[in-house]
């Protein structure tokens, strides 16, 4: 399995932004997907995550802001962002674990004015 992440850019504090993550193979309910991120300089942190039984947890810096959602239909797992702050920067992956850890490639979100 692979997974692709995209839906980053550049948005001004108190915007919104929908990252997704699809993956590929034939799976249809993928496991636990998570969504990670790491800003310069620090490490990387778990933002939220979904079972694949759709179960979500989230971290307390976002909890109230970010939703984690998922369409098996589509393959895809978004994060919708909402009231975006400077210190939500960073570059976002999304991970899940199939018999091995897979990380799909990061997708980098600026928040600025």
């Known amino acids: 399995v692979q997974l692709q992440a995209f839906g980053g850019g550049l948005v001004q504090p108190g915007g919104s932004l929908r990252l997704s993550c699809a993956w590929s193979?034939?799976?249809?309910?993928?496991?636990?997907v998570s969504w990670y991120r790491q800003a310069p300089g620090s490490q990387r942190d778990l933002v939220a995550s979904i079972t694949s039984g759709s179960s979500t947890n989230y971290a307390g810096a976002v909890k109230g802001r970010f939703t984690i959602s998922r369409d098996n239909a589509k393959k895809t797992v978004y994060l919708q962002m909402d009231s975006l702050k400077p210190e939500d920067t960073a570059l976002y992956c999304c991970?899940?674990?199939?018999?091995?850890?897979?990380w799909g490639q990061g997708t980098l979100v600026t928040v600025s004015s």
């Open positions: 991970y899940t674990l199939y018999g091995r850890p897979v």
């Open positions: 193979g034939s799976i249809v309910n993928i496991n636990t």
